[in-house]
């Protein structure tokens, strides 16, 4: 429903606008790629590039996915695993590539971006104004182009590419297919949690991050008895830390964006931080080595 100005003021609520550019015409809904803007809400063509935190929020996206099949291949695939964490990697980044190609401008990597200023720019449909309270003026639209969009559009051809080309692998080799169930499943939640809490975690997934991989961390440490610098020193215990530490470090550039280079760059240092201090005090939460301490 549109709503009829007839003053030379901008439409009512955060959202509206007009699509001729008459100060007078109808207020609603911007056309996808645009957004309202100006003395009178004049809906424009959104044609800005994305910022880095918006390029480290897509990345963030595409971690979830290959580390969640890499969760799912560790835990089920009891054989070849190298071979389908290879895929799946390879699935996650024709996916990310394809989707960056399909958004306009087609067949280019660069994507016009409306950016991003509130929490509410995810949520346009609950900002629908009522200028004489009786009538609701549906303005609701993608107002974080095309960050809403480009992540369902990466889910989905993830899930395309997953269909194609793991079932024929798993013939082909005889792969355990738990791992592509257990995506099958995945993905369509994710999609799922985006389209609810995509704006959430827009804001907070630098320290989902950096939390996260601090417990993980943790938790694989403890799992595999990592007590000592002797424990520690084995390749497969070393690729897999410093796979939690590439997060760690991803979270902490995502969250200063380096706006102050040598003094954000020397917090990089400090990733190992939690694994030394664990080894450090794990004797004393060790019930097998309590004649340590004593």
Known sequence: MTYKMMSVN?????????IDNSSSGECGSCPWGSRPGGEHSIC???VSSFA?????YLGFMVL?????????????????RLFVHMASLLEATTAALLSLII?????SLNVNSCGVAYLSD????????SPDYRTTVHCAQEAVYPLYTLVILFYTLCLVSLLV??????????????????????????????SVLAGIIYYIFPYILIVASVFSSAIYMATNRISSLRDFLSPRHILVLAAHWLLHGYGLVSLTEFDQPIFHG???ALIPTPAVFYLATSKFSNPDRREDIY
Do not use: E
Not at 10 to 18: D, N, V
Not at 52 to 56: N, S
Not at 103 to 107: C, Q, W
């Open 266 to 268: 020397s917090l990089l």
């Open 165 to 194: 080309v793991r079932p024929a692998l798993s013939h082909c080799f005889s792969l355990d297919v738990i791992p592509t169930y257990a995506t099958l499943y995945f993905l369509p939640f994710m999609v799922f949690v985006h």
């Open 64 to 80: 979830i996915t290959v580390s969640s099949n890499t969760i799912f291949i560790n835990i089920y695939s009891q054989k070849r």
């Open 122 to 129: 995810w949520y346009t449909v609950f900002y629908n104004p």
């Open 44 to 46: 424009t063509a959104c």
């Open 103 to 107: 958004m306009p401008p087609s067949g």
């Open 10 to 18: 901008s439409c009512p609520g955060l959202y509206c606008g007009r």
């Open 52 to 56: 880095l935190y918006d390029w480290l």
